[in-house]
């Protein structure tokens, strides 16, 4: 196995702008990038991997980047069409988006694992990092509210992320088994970086597939992890009141709490640098730098600084 490959673990859309920025000062086929499916879902009998597209399209050059997800000049003609059909209302398919996921439903139909229709997607868009699903197996987030269960999509788009969480869970996660080489892949990196992600559904599912957790925490001195939360607050998505949830304080300590066992060196943004000695405490390395990804150059730039890095 060659040994200077990164590995990074990613959700979506804070995922995909810190990526494109990596890919920009490094060359991309040294990535290879495990990515949460617990969003994936089943809609009009098609097959949606919403953080896997995220990535696929964003290292292809084609997402919407003022969405963060899709194709840019993306028309929703056959939505209308089967609205025509069907009383669901809230998510959003683009006609070229359609597409992948006409193909990637194909590809299960005719028997391809996750991780091989991942590739292939990946392959055809002309992306050379290696793209991985956290399992092939079928895992889904589901969020219980004060009035219902839900899907994590139905809870962040349809809801907006309104209703209280009583409980989280990963369906289907007792019976996931990581995709093979994944562990070895994770022994074997140059160094393990950890996307600025949602670390309760996005990261955190990930790191319950069996041996995950595990492995990277006998690799823990190579692990570099981004806080997604800057003062006290999320970025994009519902991390604050998920960590909540849980019992986490909502800031960059609660985070580092959270992934503590598996981190040696944690960036924070300059904002919550008073934050770095309680950080220190914990024994993990803490460096303060501009992490709101605002400009091409700004991805590029904590992409460079996260790969320089001394550990
Ligand atoms: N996000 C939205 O806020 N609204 C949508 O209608 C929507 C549709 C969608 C379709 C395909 C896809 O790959 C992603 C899509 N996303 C949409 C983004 C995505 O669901 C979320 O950003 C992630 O699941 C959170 O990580």
């Not at 709490?257 to 950080?279: E, V």
């Amino acid at each position: 196995m060659d040994d200077n490959y990164y590995l990074v673990l990613a959700g979506g859309v804070g995922a995909a702008k810190f990526i494109e920025g990596l890919a920009n000062v490094i060359d991309p086929a040294l990535l290879k990038i495990i990515i949460n499916t617990g969003d994936d879902i089943e809609l009009y009998g098609l097959q949606i991997c919403p953080d896997i597209d995220i990535i696929t399209y964003t290292l292809a050059g084609i997402v919407d980047k003022e969405r963060g997800w899709g194709f840019q000049d993306e028309s929703f003609n056959c939505l209308k069409s089967l609205k025509q059909f069907y009383d669901f209302k809230w998510f959003n398919l683009g006609d070229k988006d359609l597409a992948t996921h006409i193909y990637r439903t194909d590809l299960f139909k005719k028997g391809f694992s996750k991780a091989e229709i991942t590739m292939k997607i990946a392959e055809k868009m002309g992306i050379t990092s290696h793209l991985i699903p956290m399992t092939n197996e079928s895992v889904q987030t589901i969020i219980t509210t004060d009035s219902e269960e839900m899907h994590f999509e139905e809870f962040f788009i349809r809801y907006n992320c309104r209703p209280r969480i009583l409980d989280i869970k990963f369906q289907g996660i007792d019976k996931a088994k990581p995709v093979k080489g994944v562990l070895d892949y994770i022994k074997h990196a140059e160094r393990v970086l950890i996307c600025p992600s949602n670390p309760v559904v996005s990261i955190g599912t990930i790191l319950t597939i069996p041996g995950i957790r595990k492995t990277l925490k006998n690799i823990k001195q190579k692990v570099i992890a981004i806080s997604p939360i800057i003062e006290g607050a999320t970025v994009k998505g519902p991390a604050d009141k998920m960590m909540k949830h849980l019992g986490l304080e909502v800031s960059c300590v609660g985070v580092a709490h959270y992934y503590r066992d598996i981190i040696s060196h944690f960036i924070i943004d300059n904002k919550d640098c008073a934050l770095k000695p309680i950080i220190k405490e914990m024994d993990i390395n803490t460096y303060c730098f501009d992490t709101l990804m605002v400009s091409k150059e700004k991805k590029k730039e904590i992409a460079k600084f996260t790969i320089n890095l001394e550990i």
